[in-house]
């Protein structure tokens, strides 16, 4: 597991990092603690949910994917924000939907396949921002791995 991958920083993240440092989560605290955010075209359910979809639970530069979680289709943050928000039970994908769309990066908007994901290395394929590898080793919580 590559801690720092040299090829995920790109120019392109020089962008996604200004996305960040606008949220600006830290200076002015949210008091309503369930919010929806729109990032990209999706809404992204949670707790504290900011401009690139970190949340109360995972809040480093790299949090930046929510997942759409099998049982209701909406993203969420993490399974702890799908806990605390939705009214339900969070189911896994099943192995034979790893081609759904379910990713989204939360720096730049696009939405990967859960095969997509992970196989991606632990950064966007797309805009090349880094992702938290920690995120896959509890893949297991979202997805029948
Ligand atoms: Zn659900
Ligand atoms: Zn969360
Ligand atoms: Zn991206």
Redesign the pocket.
């Known amino acids: 597991m590559s801690e720092d991958d040299p090829a995920a920083r790109t120019g392109r993240d020089e962008r996604a990092r200004a996305a960040t440092e606008s949220a600006d989560v830290d200076a002015e605290p949210d008091r309503s603690s369930r919010r929806v955010s729109v990032v990209g075209e999706e809404r992204v359910r949670g707790v504290e949910v900011d401009a690139v979809t970190r949340c109360a639970h995972y809040g480093t530069d790299r949090d930046v994917v929510a997942i759409r ?1 099998a ?2 289709e ?1 993203f969420y943050p993490c399974h702890a924000c ?1 806990a605390a928000v ?1 009214e ?1 039970d ?1 189911e896994r994908w099943p192995r034979s939907s790893f081609d759904a769309p379910a990713i989204l990066c939360g720096a730049c908007g696009t939405v990967l396949s859960i095969e997509t994901y992970l196989d991606c290395e632990h950064a966007c394929p797309d805009c090349g921002h880094a992702f938290n590898p920690g995120c896959a080793a509890h893949a297991d919580r979202y997805f029948d791995v």
């Open positions: 979680v049982c209701c909406r799908h939705a339900h969070a």
